[in-house]
C-alpha cells in the first residue's frame, strides 16, 4: 500500500511547517507550526486542517521554534491525543515556548478588543496559555540515534540538525520506504551549536531552503559584531537588538563576551538580556552538553556577562537608564514581545542603533526595518526610525544553500526524490534547481495542500 505526503505548511513560505503523512488509515504529521508573517499566512491558522485532529496518530517535531512546533496547543485543544515524539532538548524548549506563544494569543486577543480591531467580536485568542500546559504532558522524549516506534509498523530516528538546541532531522520509516525530513539545519561553522550529523540514507527527501538563494558572508559574527557595538558604545547610543530568544539570543552572548575579553569593545558596557524566555533557555544549555561547542565555562560567562531582566518593571526601568547600552530581547522578528517596546522609546534617537540578527520574514518589522523603513508601526502607532540599522548577516542559525547541498552529499546514495520545502518562493526554486542541475537528482518545490507519492 502506498505511502504519500500532504504539504499543509512550510511550503512557499518559511513558516507553518506541517508534512502530513499517511500510510493506510494511519496519519503522522511531521512538525506542527505556526504560520507567521504577513496577514494572508496567518489567517491560515484558523483554517481547519483537511482532516480532524483525532484523526492524527502521532506527531513527529524536528524543532521547537514555533513555525515548527506552535500549532500543536490547538491541535490538542481540537481533539488530538496521540503522543509528540520530540528530542530531549525539543522537549525541554516546548515547556517555555508553549504556555509563552498561548500567553500571546491572550494578549493579541485582548488587545484587539480594547481597540476594537477584529471584526469577530469578542476576538479570541487560538489558544490560551492554559491549553499550551494542557498539551506539554502529550511530548515524550527521544535520544539521538535511537529508533522508536511512534505507532505500530512506524520507525522514526532522530539525529542532530545543529539548529538549536533539540533540533533534529528525522528519518520516518513506513512501508518499506524511507523518507528523510531535515528540520532546519544549522551551519557547520556556527559559534556555538555543533554541525549537523550526517543525512542517512533515504528514497525521499524534505529539504528545507530559508537560504536556498544565498551565500553566507565569510565574515564571522565577530567581526561583524566588533565595530558595531564599539560605534554605539563610543557615541553613548542604545544597541536595541531584536533577538531569537531560543538559539541567537546565546549566540550573540557569547559573542559579546569574547569580544569583551579580547578589548574589541569596552568591557564596562552593559549588556541586558530582556526577555525570561531567552534567560531561560539561556540556562537550559548547562543541561545539554553534548550538543553545543560551548566549554563549562564558556556555558558560566553565558548566564553572567549580562544583567538578567526578568520581571516586568525591570524591563520597564530600562528605559529610564542612559546609553552606552545593549538590549537583547525577543522577539528576532520584532512581531511581538518586550523588544517592541524599546523600539519605540530608542528608535527616534540617531545615537541609538537596531541590530538585526537573523532571518527576517516579509511582512514582519524586522524585514521592515531591514529594508530602511522611515517609520514603523508599533502598538498602533508610526513610529519614527532614525537609528541606525545595521543587518547582520552572520548570526543566521541556517545553513546556506552550499551547505544544504553539502548536507545532501553526505546522504550515502541518491534519493529518487526530493522535496524543497520551508523557503519564500525564490530560494525554494533556486535550491531545487541547484539540487537538479549539481546533483543530478529529481527535485520539486510541492504547493501548498498538494499531495505526493513518497
Ligand atoms: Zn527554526
Known amino acids: 500500500m502506498s ?16 508534512y502530513l503523512v499517511r500510510h493506510a488509515d494511519q496519519c503522522v504529521l511531521v512538525d506542527c507550526g505556526l504560520f507567521q508573517g504577513y496577514k494572508q499566512l496567518r489567517l491560515r491558522n484558523w483554517t481547519p486542517l483537511p482532516l480532524a485532529p483525532d484523526q492524527v496518530d ?7 521554534h514555533l513555525d515548527h512546533s506552535g500549532y500543536l496547543p490547538l491541535l490538542a485543544k481540537e ?3 496521540g503522543h509528540v ?17 498561548g500567553h500571546i494569543q491572550e494578549e493579541d486577543a485582548l488587545f484587539a478588543n480594547r481597540h476594537a480591531l477584529s471584526k469577530h467580536s469578542p476576538a479570541l485568542p487560538l489558544y490560551t496559555r492554559q491549553d499550551a500546559q494542557q498539551a506539554l504532558p502529550l511530548i515524550k522524549a527521544v535520544d539521538f540515534g535511537k529508533v522508536i516506534t511512534p505507532l505500530p509498523g512506524w520507525k522514526a530516528t532522530f539525529s542532530a540538525a545543529g539548529h538549536i538546541l533539540g533540533a533534529s532531522s528525522i528519518l520516518l520509516e513506513v512501508a518499506g520506504r524511507r523518507i528523510l525530513f531535515s528540520g532546519d539545519l544549522g551551519r557547520p561553522d556556527d559559534l556555538i551549536m555543533n554541525p549537523p550529523d550526517a ?45 531569537f530568544a531560543v538559539g541567537r539570543a546565546q549566540a550573540l552572548l557569547h559573542a559579546i563576551h569574547l569580544l569583551k575579553m579580547k578589548g574589541e569593545i569596552p568591557s564596562s558596557l552593559p549588556i541586558f538580556l530582556d526577555s525570561p524566555m531567552a534567560v531561560h533557555t539561556t540556562h537550559l544549555f548547562e543541561n545539554h552538553p553534548g550538543e553545543h561547542r560551548l566549554s563549562r565555562q564558556d556555558t558560566y560567562a553565558l548566564t553572567h556577562s549580562a544583567t538578567m531582566v526578568n520581571s516586568t518593571d525591570e524591563s520597564r526601568a530600562l528605559a529610564s537608564r542612559h546609553g552606552p547600552m545593549v538590549i537583547l530581547s525577543a522577539s528576532g522578528m520584532a512581531t511581538g514581545g518586550r523588544v517592541l517596546h524599546h523600539l519605540a522609546h530608542y528608535a527616534g534617537d540617531h545615537r541609538n542603533m537596531i541590530v538585526l540578527t537573523g532571518y527576517q520574514a516579509p511582512g514582519t518589522r524586522g524585514d521592515t526595518l531591514a529594508h530602511a523603513a522611515q517609520s514603523v508601526r508599533i502598538h ?3 513610529v519614527s526610525v532614525n537609528a541606525e540599522v545595521v543587518q547582520l548577516q552572520s548570526a543566521s542559525a541556517h545553513a546556506d544553500a552550499n551547505q544544504l547541498l553539502v548536507w545532501l552529499r553526505t546522504m550515502p546514495e541518491a534519493p529518487s526524490q526530493v522535496y524543497v520545502v520551508h523557503g519564500e518562493p525564490g530560494p525554494a526554486d533556486t535550491l531545487r534547481s541547484r539540487i537538479k542541475r549539481e546533483l543530478g537528482w529529481r527535485a520539486m518545490v510541492p504547493e501548498h495542500g498538494s499531495t505526493w507519492p513518497t
Not at 502521532?58 to 521547537?64: E, I, Q, R
Not at 515524539?85 to 506563544?101: E, H, M, V, Y
Open 3 to 18: 505511502v504519500n505526503i500532504t504539504f499543509l505548511g512550510g511550503s512557499g513560505t518559511v513558516t507553518g511547517s506541517k
Open 58 to 64: 502521532a506527531v513527529l517535531l524536528t524543532h521547537a
Open 79 to 81: 481533539g488530538f491525543s
Open 85 to 101: 515524539w520530540a528530542s530531549r532538548g525539543t522537549k525541554d524548549l516546548c515547556q517555555i515556548l508553549w504556555p509563552d506563544s
Open 199 to 243: 543525512a542517512p540514507q533515504a528514497d525521499t527527501v524534505l529539504i528545507e531552503s530559508t537560504y536556498g538563494d544565498r551565500i553566507h558572508p565569510q565574515d564571522n559574527l565577530l567581526s561583524e559584531l566588533a565595530p558595531a557595538l564599539a560605534r554605539v558604545a563610543k557615541r553613548g547610543g542604545v544597541a536595541v537588538v531584536p533577538v
Open 380 to 382: 498602533g502607532r508610526d
